[in-house]
């Protein structure tokens, strides 16, 4: 078990700004998606594939523009 800490949330925002999209992209599977122990449901599944084609054609908004 790890320690527990408290850190404002200004500063989590602000570190996680300063990543880079794959770091962040990472952190957020890891957080969201690997810790969820329930399999996706099919509505899920499609909007999931429906967002990653939206960010492949360009489409959702830059990490970069929201820094």
């Avoid at 925002?13 to 794959?22: C, F, G, N, S």
């Avoid at 449901?41 to 990653?52: G, L």
């Amino acid at each position: 078990m790890g320690k527990t800490v408290s850190i404002p949330e200004k500063s989590i925002i602000e570190m996680l700004r300063a990543l880079p999209e794959d770091t962040l992209m990472d952190i957020v599977s890891k957080v969201f998606m690997e810790s969820d122990v329930f399999p996706l449901t099919k509505e899920e599944r499609v909007s999931y594939k429906k967002a990653m084609r939206e960010r492949e054609r360009g489409e959702t908004i830059s990490w970069e523009k929201l820094r």
